[in-house]
Protein backbone atom coordinates (compact mmCIF):
# COMPACT_ATOMS: atom_id res chain seq x y z
CA UNK A 1 0.00 0.00 0.00
CA UNK A 2 1.45 3.37 -1.10
CA UNK A 3 0.39 6.14 0.70
CA UNK A 4 1.62 10.00 0.46
CA UNK A 5 4.13 10.76 3.15
CA UNK A 6 5.02 9.73 6.83
CA UNK A 7 2.54 11.75 9.28
CA UNK A 8 4.20 13.46 12.39
CA UNK A 9 3.69 10.30 14.31
CA UNK A 10 6.28 8.26 12.46
CA UNK A 11 8.93 10.92 13.59
CA UNK A 12 11.22 9.50 16.28
CA UNK A 13 10.76 13.27 18.69
CA UNK A 14 6.82 13.03 18.02
CA UNK A 15 5.85 9.07 17.47
CA UNK A 16 7.03 5.68 16.77
CA UNK A 17 9.77 6.66 14.43
CA UNK A 18 8.01 4.37 11.86
CA UNK A 19 5.23 4.10 9.61
CA UNK A 20 3.16 1.70 11.13
CA UNK A 21 -0.76 0.47 11.65
CA UNK A 22 0.21 0.95 15.36
CA UNK A 23 0.90 4.62 15.20
CA UNK A 24 -1.72 6.91 16.66
CA UNK A 25 -2.99 8.78 14.00
CA UNK A 26 -6.51 8.74 11.90
CA UNK A 27 -4.46 7.52 8.96
CA UNK A 28 -3.32 4.62 11.22
CA UNK A 29 -6.39 3.34 12.59
CA UNK A 30 -7.90 3.61 8.82
CA UNK A 31 -5.05 1.69 7.35
CA UNK A 32 -5.64 -1.03 10.77
CA UNK A 33 -9.67 -1.28 9.76
CA UNK A 34 -9.19 -1.69 6.31
CA UNK A 35 -6.43 -4.71 6.42
CA UNK A 36 -8.83 -6.40 9.67
CA UNK A 37 -12.13 -6.00 7.51
CA UNK A 38 -10.00 -7.34 4.35
CA UNK A 39 -8.90 -10.04 6.44
CA UNK A 40 -5.22 -9.45 5.06
CA UNK A 41 -2.33 -11.29 7.05
CA UNK A 42 -0.13 -8.42 8.60
CA UNK A 43 2.87 -10.03 6.79
CA UNK A 44 0.78 -10.51 3.66
CA UNK A 45 1.54 -6.64 2.59
CA UNK A 46 3.98 -3.74 3.05
CA UNK A 47 3.09 0.26 4.07
CA UNK A 48 5.39 2.42 2.16
CA UNK A 49 4.81 6.08 1.20
CA UNK A 50 5.17 7.57 -2.57
CA UNK A 51 7.59 10.23 -0.48
CA UNK A 52 9.52 8.25 2.28
CA UNK A 53 10.20 11.27 4.32
CA UNK A 54 8.69 13.71 5.93
CA UNK A 55 7.96 16.77 3.79
CA UNK A 56 7.52 20.53 4.51
CA UNK A 57 4.01 20.49 3.57
CA UNK A 58 1.40 18.33 3.28
CA UNK A 59 1.56 18.22 -0.42
CA UNK A 60 5.24 16.68 -1.09
CA UNK A 61 6.45 18.72 -4.74
CA UNK A 62 7.35 17.56 -7.60
CA UNK A 63 11.01 17.17 -6.95
CA UNK A 64 10.19 15.58 -3.46
CA UNK A 65 7.51 13.06 -5.64
CA UNK A 66 10.31 12.53 -8.04
CA UNK A 67 13.15 11.26 -5.72
CA UNK A 68 10.54 9.09 -4.09
CA UNK A 69 9.96 7.20 -7.30
CA UNK A 70 13.29 6.71 -7.41
CA UNK A 71 13.51 4.78 -3.67
CA UNK A 72 9.83 2.90 -4.85
CA UNK A 73 11.82 1.51 -7.87
CA UNK A 74 15.00 0.32 -5.45
CA UNK A 75 12.05 -0.91 -3.12
CA UNK A 76 10.43 -2.81 -5.45
CA UNK A 77 13.43 -4.81 -6.26
CA UNK A 78 13.68 -6.03 -2.75
CA UNK A 79 10.20 -7.27 -2.80
CA UNK A 80 9.85 -9.70 -5.57
CA UNK A 81 6.72 -11.68 -4.44
CA UNK A 82 4.67 -8.45 -4.31
CA UNK A 83 1.43 -8.90 -6.34
CA UNK A 84 -0.51 -5.55 -6.18
CA UNK A 85 0.38 -2.52 -5.75
CA UNK A 86 -2.59 0.08 -4.04
CA UNK A 87 -1.64 3.95 -4.91
CA UNK A 88 -3.55 5.91 -2.49
CA UNK A 89 -5.05 9.78 -2.40
CA UNK A 90 -4.48 12.15 -5.32
CA UNK A 91 -0.55 12.37 -4.96
CA UNK A 92 0.11 9.38 -5.77
CA UNK A 93 -2.73 8.26 -8.00
CA UNK A 94 -1.43 11.12 -10.05
CA UNK A 95 1.53 9.71 -10.76
CA UNK A 96 0.47 6.27 -11.73
CA UNK A 97 1.93 6.03 -14.74
CA UNK A 98 5.48 7.32 -13.19
CA UNK A 99 4.85 4.40 -11.27
CA UNK A 100 3.87 1.99 -13.77
CA UNK A 101 7.69 0.84 -14.76
CA UNK A 102 8.96 0.96 -11.66
CA UNK A 103 6.75 -2.26 -10.37
CA UNK A 104 6.67 -4.48 -13.49
CA UNK A 105 4.12 -6.82 -13.98
CA UNK A 106 2.60 -6.05 -10.72
CA UNK A 107 -1.47 -5.09 -10.93
CA UNK A 108 -1.77 -1.25 -10.34
CA UNK A 109 -4.61 -0.30 -7.89
CA UNK A 110 -5.89 3.41 -6.97
CA UNK A 111 -8.18 4.69 -4.52
CA UNK A 112 -9.23 7.12 -2.10
CA UNK A 113 -6.62 8.44 1.19
CA UNK A 114 -6.98 6.78 4.58
CA UNK A 115 -6.52 9.67 5.94
CA UNK A 116 -9.75 11.12 7.71
CA UNK A 117 -9.26 14.25 4.85
CA UNK A 118 -9.74 11.94 1.48
CA UNK A 119 -12.89 10.54 3.57
CA UNK A 120 -14.74 13.63 3.14
CA UNK A 121 -14.46 13.54 -0.37
CA UNK A 122 -16.47 11.47 -2.75
CA UNK A 123 -14.77 8.54 -2.95
CA UNK A 124 -13.40 7.32 -6.31
CA UNK A 125 -14.14 3.30 -7.39
CA UNK A 126 -10.97 1.14 -7.31
CA UNK A 127 -9.23 1.04 -10.50
CA UNK A 128 -7.12 -2.09 -11.00
CA UNK A 129 -4.88 -2.04 -14.40
CA UNK A 130 -2.75 -4.50 -15.63
CA UNK A 131 0.80 -3.43 -17.66
Known amino acids: ?13 SGSGFVSMENHDSTAQAVNKAVHSLLI ?9 LVPWRTPSEKP ?12 GELMKLLPNVQVVIATGTSASSVAEQIRPLIGERHLMTCASPRPRGKRKRLRSVRLSRP
Do not use: C, D, I, Y
Not at 41 to 49: A, E, H, P
Not at 61 to 72: D, H, I, P, Q, R
Open 1 to 13: MLLTSPSPHALPH
Open 41 to 49: GRMSFVLWN
Open 61 to 72: TGNEVAAGLKEL
